[in-house]
């Protein structure tokens, strides 16, 4: 059984980057099984793909944040990590790491989430 934990800090001010870890147990991130995706949920709104890291390291990323994101991995810890920066309190939101084995499937694996605020 597959299992994600998001970590990082809860509080970032404004104007600073935001960097969370998604730790992987029970399957590796390398495996062509699946792909590995940060999703976000700000109050009172939708659940949002900021991006995803392949089993090769290849990202991709939502074009609405591709310029201050980014995703990468340490394939020695069996883990993956986002960064988003120059954040304002709209990226206050909760934030998910998350796995599927393809783009139109659901998502098979969910971490808890972690809860980021932006606030000075």
């Known amino acids: 059984q597959v299992q994600l934990q998001e970590s990082g800090p809860g509080l970032v001010k404004p104007s600073q980057t935001l960097s969370l870890t998604c730790t992987v147990s029970?399957?590796?991130?390398?495996?062509?099984?699946?792909?590995w995706s940060w999703i976000r949920q700000p109050p009172g709104k939708e659940l949002e793909w900021m991006g995803l890291?392949?089993?090769?390291?290849?990202?991709y990323y939502s074009p609405s944040l591709k310029s201050r994101t980014s995703i990468s991995r340490d394939t020695s810890k069996n883990q993956f990590s986002l960064q988003l920066s120059s954040v304002t309190p709209e990226d206050t939101a909760v934030y998910y790491c998350?796995?599927?084995?393809?783009?139109?499937?659901?998502?098979?694996?969910w971490g808890q989430g972690t809860q980021v605020t932006v606030s000075s």
């Open positions: 998350a796995a599927r084995s393809g783009v139109s499937t659901p998502y098979a694996y």
């Open positions: 890291i392949a089993y090769d390291g290849t990202t």
């Open positions: 029970g399957g590796s991130i390398t495996t062509s099984a699946y792909a």
